[in-house]
């Protein structure tokens, strides 16, 4: 991963007002999420969970707060009132700070966005430049019947005589933290 | 209420607060960096993709069919705005929805589907914030993606002060926390999401939505039925299309590289387990022709089905951004809000397309090039021709029949000109409003004191000028002349007709086509024989280079508009140096330099402050827009043109006096009328500031 592509991430996602971590291992990792749940009330839905290393940061997560609960496409009980939610987005955009998500039931939809807050975690060798880059990719979701959801930064609207307000739908806050994980 | 008493009680609404203008501005301030990051090749490749998406329209469609039937939903064509709403109602009453949430979309307001849905017992909640302040009041959006644009924060806490039942603080944050709470109990009980689509793509069946505040999102998560309701010009053909417009899309938009929410919907989802059982979200896509079809084969305005709403046109134009969409409106707004009000509503409620005044911005700010300004003159002629033209626009459409007889005797036509008593017979006669003060005619005009000057060494120039200077500061064309001879060229005055643009701006496009042969027909010859054409006025050269070309069509027109240059274009392209040799320096001059709208050189530069700056001057200059006079359509009474024009003056002017110097410059003589009838700054021609050395 090109150092600059990541750079470029982390500064467009602070002009977004996005809390970005850059965390050299997994404790650390862990360690910034156990903060961060730590006074979570609510049920905690996990989504997009794809390999061993995700699983086991779950698990151990999971052994400090026991609110977590991870969501499958095919999760069939409704969620509680939730205030955060923790998600692993398939890819990130450099250039504008994005990260995309896939998702194929309502369920996975709504602990993206109903909560007040939601937590990325990506890995550093899943940031691409640019949304060019992801010509052929989306593809092979969509043509298997996954809708993909591209998030920049928090909700937000100027609604109101133009004035920036955060959160007015989706949620309010949002952190990423980055990790050595794996490749695309 | 007549359209002209809407004008004036808008602006005087919004006087001095200007909240369309504000929002709009702040927008454009936003935008700024980020659409320069954006190749022009990227937007010859959108426009592309969207002149392909026409192109292949009916054969796209039956590409998104087949996949759709494929996943299992729905695909439903409604020929109008009847028929679209009759199937959201017929499919509200088969499913037993009571509640709809929906997510903004400019095509249920174009069907006015609300109206149908609640009449019929059904409740509505638009989620997105402006759509929902709009709702609550009672009224139509004013803006394309600020529905709300034109309210302040203390009319919007009333609004929900009353809706609530309590006091609601004139705090956004106050009131979006508010509406947060409110809605996520609406969205986890809606029985039917209907969202519009920035795009449908073809070869996958996806519904794209672009948000920022991510209703869609959350009305869709729950809901168990979701409904696309979008134009049939919303299909591209493939995922590869999406992203390359998602480029330039958030970016004209809002001034984001990319809006907080982009989702790529397939409608193969499993619905929300509300009841804790796992079944499939059902999706029903319909799909509006309203015109559509018809506007896809209409040569002459079939580009605006290329637009992709990102409103640049909205945020530029100046008699919008004074009045707003309720007035400068029906419910597409703005400038493109004229064809496609045409398109959709049908064309007697286009009567508002004569508040445009052709400044062409709109066409300078739309990222696929659209030429509005055209296709909106195109309206207004058919308007005028179904339905009659304004009686001010008829009279006005002599304006050169009235220059002529009055420079027969310059000296008692001023003199009248200055008579109250005459300028109010005028105002009720002709339509000129008599507090617009007019130009003196000089003595005699450019024919009578031309000579044909200079020796060819560098080449031969033949001139082309409009009415003002030919008739009103005929000086200023003899010493551009002298300028050109000094540099070697040779010039000649050919007997032209004016440009001929206030029958374009009026929509009378026959005599515009006629002027334009004429004009054409002497110059196409004059550029065989090898002269460059060099325009004085920049609406001059404005017609030669896009109204002649599109109203002609024909090889001749085409090579005019190749030969031909702004008269400062040309001196940049001579090179600054050479003028540094012949032109005093202006050093220690302080300017604001005006650029007027229809100043667009080939290379896109902002040629007349080049020219300043190489001869020394310090010049100040802030792009805000037009002057807002636009010949003759700023002097037309009251609520047709003079108060418009002189509240978007105003603004400019207070803006411009902040920014220090000495002079308003503009090369523009149509601008100059307005700064010296509204600012307290001298304003000058850049030709009443420089002088040439030989003349020491």
Request: proline share 4%; glycine share 6%; hydrophobic share 35%.
């Amino acid at each position: 991963m090109e150092s600059n592509v990541l750079r470029l991430f982390i500064n467009r996602l602070e002009e977004l007002g996005v809390e970005t971590h850059v965390c050299d291992s997994i404790q650390e990792l862990l360690q910034h999420l156990n903060n961060l749940v730590k006074n979570v009330k609510t049920p905690i839905p996990v989504v997009g969970i794809r390999d061993d290393l995700q699983k086991q940061l779950i698990e151990s997560l999971k052994k400090e707060n026991k609110n977590i609960i991870v969501i499958e496409a095919d999760s069939s009980n409704p969620l509680p009132e939730i205030e955060l939610s923790i998600g692993f987005p398939e890819l990130g955009l450099s250039n504008t700070g994005t990260v995309i998500y896939r998702a194929s039931s309502g369920i996975e939809e709504a602990s993206l966005y109903f909560p007040e807050t939601h937590v990325s975690i990506i890995s550093k060798n899943r940031i691409l430049r640019d949304i060019d880059e992801l010509e052929g990719w989306m593809d092979s979701f969509l043509e298997k019947g996954e809708s993909l959801y591209f998030i920049t930064g928090p909700s937000s609207t100027a609604d109101i005589e133009g004035e920036i307000v955060k959160g007015v739908h989706g949620p309010r806050k949002f952190y990423v933290f980055l990790y050595e994980g794996e490749e695309r | 209420m007549s359209l002209e008493k809407q004008v004036l009680e808008k602006l005087s609404l919004f006087k001095d607060n200007w909240p369309m203008l504000k929002n709009n501005l702040r927008i454009r301030e936003r935008k700024e960096k980020v659409i320069s990051e954006i190749a022009p090749e990227i937007l010859r490749e959108v426009r592309k993709i969207k002149e392909e998406s026409i192109e292949n329209l009916e054969k796209n469609l039956k590409r998104l069919e087949k996949v759709l039937e494929g996943r299992g939903a729905e695909l439903k064509i409604a020929k109008d705005r009847d028929e679209a709403s009759r199937i959201v109602l017929d499919l509200c009453k088969q499913y037993g929805v009571k509640l709809v949430v929906k997510s903004k979309s400019l095509t249920t307001e174009e069907i006015e589907l609300n109206k149908v849905l609640e009449s019929n017992g059904i409740e509505v909640i638009e989620t997105d914030l402006g759509e929902r302040i709009v709702q609550l009041a009672g009224q139509k959006p004013s803006h394309i993606l600020g529905p709300a644009f034109h309210m302040t924060r203390n009319e919007v806490a009333e609004i929900f002060t009353k809706y609530y039942g309590r006091p609601i603080p004139p705090d956004p944050q106050q009131i979006v926390l508010e509406v947060r709470k409110e809605f996520r109990e609406k969205y986890q009980r809606a029985g039917m999401a209907i969202t519009g689509a920035n795009f449908i793509i073809a070869e996958n069946g996806a519904t794209v939505l672009v948000t920022n505040e991510g209703n869609d999102r959350l009305a869709l998560a729950f809901a168990p039925i979701h409904v696309v309701i979008a134009g049939l010009e919303k299909i591209v053909s493939s995922t590869r299309d999406v992203l390359k417009i998602l480029k330039i899309l958030p970016r004209n938009a809002t001034g984001q590289r990319l809006s907080s929410y982009v989702s790529f919907h397939i409608p193969t989802m499993n619905a929300y387990p509300s009841d804790g059982v796992r079944k499939l979200r059902k999706t029903i896509y319909i799909l509006i022709d309203n015109g559509r079809l018809q506007a896809s084969k209409d040569r002459e305005i079939r580009e605006v089905l290329y637009c992709i709403r990102c409103a640049s046109c909205l945020q530029v134009c100046p008699p919008y951004n004074m009045l707003g969409g309720h007035v400068f409106g029906y419910i597409y707004s703005g400038p493109m809000g004229i064809p496609w009000t045409m398109i959709a509503h049908g064309l007697d409620k286009t009567y508002f397309s004569q508040l445009c005044n052709t400044c062409g911005l709109c066409r300078e700010a739309c990222p696929l090039d659209i030429n509005l300004p055209y296709i909106n003159s195109i309206v207004k002629e058919r308007y005028g021709k179904t339905y009659g033209y304004p009686s001010i626009n008829k009279m006005l459409k002599r304006y050169e029949s009235f220059i002529t007889f009055a420079s027969k005797t310059p000296n008692l036509s001023n003199k009248l000109l200055n008579s109250s008593s005459i300028r109010k017979i005028m105002e009720k006669l002709i339509g000129l409003d008599s507090r617009r003060p007019l130009p003196r005619l000089a003595e005699k005009n450019l024919g009578e004191i031309f000579t044909e000057t200079g020796s060819p060494d560098k080449g031969k120039i033949t001139l082309f000028t409009d009415s003002l200077i030919y008739y009103m500061n005929p000086d200023w064309a003899v010493k551009a002349v002298k300028i050109l001879s000094s540099l070697g060229y040779k010039v000649i005055l050919p007997s032209l007709k004016s440009s001929g643009m206030p029958l374009i701006q009026y929509g009378f496009m026959d005599d515009a086509r006629r002027i334009a042969e004429y004009n054409v027909k002497k110059l196409y010859e004059l550029a065989k024989e090898g002269y460059i054409i060099v325009s004085l006025e920049p609406t001059a050269q404005e017609c030669l280079t896009n109204y002649y070309p599109k109203l002609l069509e024909n090889h001749e027109s085409k090579t005019v508009a190749e030969k031909s240059y702004g008269f400062f274009e040309f001196l940049k392209k001579i090179g600054w140096s050479e003028l540094n040799k012949i032109l005093k320096n202006l050093n220690g001059v302080h300017i604001v330099y005006h650029l007027p709208c229809h100043s667009r050189s080939k290379d896109g530069s902002i040629v007349v402050k080049e020219f300043l700056e190489a001869l020394g001057a310090r010049v100040y200059f802030k792009r805000i827009g037009c002057c807002g006079l636009a010949g003759t359509w700023g002097m037309k009474k009251n609520g047709y043109g003079y108060d418009i024009s002189v509240e978007i003056g105003r603004y400019l002017v207070g803006e411009y006096e902040k920014l220090g110097g000495e002079f308003i410059v503009t090369e523009c003589s149509v601008c100059l009328l307005q700064f010296q009838h509204l600012s307290t700054m001298p304003s000058r021609h850049p030709l009443q500031l420089v002088q040439l050395r030989s003349d020491e």
